[in-house]
């Protein structure tokens, strides 16, 4: 069998821990909400999050030496329990 094949434009990195990292989202009315980094790549970020968010809405990142841009798009979400949802964003600026 073939490995498969990465897509992904540039190279991802994992987090040996799990940085936190605070956001607000479109549909909150400016309520702050928290996760944490998975992994990082210049150009998005998978977090996790008790908060469910939705494909195509805009998040505003709190200030994060970790991460190099402050406004994203979500791309993806997987619900990975009854708590914790996985989430693909796409840096924006």
């Known amino acids: 069998m073939l490995p498969a094949i990465d897509k992904r434009k540039f190279i991802r990195?994992?987090?040996?821990?799990?940085a936190a990292i605070n956001y607000i989202a479109g549909h909150s009315e400016g309520e702050t909400h928290k996760g944490?980094?998975?992994?990082?790549?210049?150009?998005?970020?998978?977090?996790f999050t008790f908060d469910p968010l939705y494909i195509g809405e805009n998040i505003n990142l709190k200030r994060n030496h970790y991460v190099p841009f402050q406004k994203a798009e979500v791309?993806?979400?997987?619900?990975?329990?009854?708590?914790?949802?996985?989430?693909?964003?796409?840096?924006?600026?």
């Open 13 to 18: 990195h994992n987090f040996p821990v799990r």
């Open 36 to 47: 944490f980094i998975a992994n990082k790549s210049l150009s998005g970020l998978c977090i």
């Open 75 to 93: 791309k993806w979400i997987k619900e990975v329990n009854k708590q914790w949802y996985a989430v693909g964003l796409s840096g924006k600026n």
